[in-house]
């Protein structure tokens, strides 16, 4: 019902910054709580950011003032903007669709920074 494709991953040096995007299918997204969250090896999947339909966005500590989530409630585009990275910041990057109570999931894009 809900399709979501990343995109904008790449690689970077350490300190340098990134931008994410994600595409949301469906007609529903302004409705939708939109979230990032990331993988790194050997690690579990941890919340990055997260935006609700009010714009109301919260942030894991970890990445507060230096990342920015964004929506664009025209062209059902979801933004992470990543400034200052860190080499512990290294992982596949997840777009998350909650809706009606449902998680989506896109596919990730891989995020890498280099020392």
């Known amino acids: 019902q809900v399709q979501l494709v990343e995109s904008g991953g790449g690689l970077v040096q350490a300190g340098e910054s990134l931008r994410l995007s994600c595409a949301v299918s469906?007609?529903?997204?302004?409705?939708?709580?939109m979230g990032w969250y990331r993988q790194a090896p050997g690690k579990q999947r941890e919340l990055v950011a997260t935006?609700?339909?009010?714009?109301?966005?919260n942030y894991a500590d970890s990445v507060k003032g230096r990342f920015t989530i964004s929506r664009d409630n025209v062209k059902n585009m979801v933004y992470l903007e990543m400034n200052s990275l860190k080499a512990e910041e290294k992982a596949v990057y997840y777009c998350?669709?909650?809706?009606?109570?449902?998680?989506?999931w896109g596919k990730g894009t891989q995020v890498t920074v280099s020392t």
């Open positions: 935006i609700t339909p009010g714009i109301t966005t």
């Open positions: 998350n669709a909650q809706e009606r109570g449902v998680n989506y």
């Open positions: 469906g007609s529903f997204f302004r409705r939708n709580v």
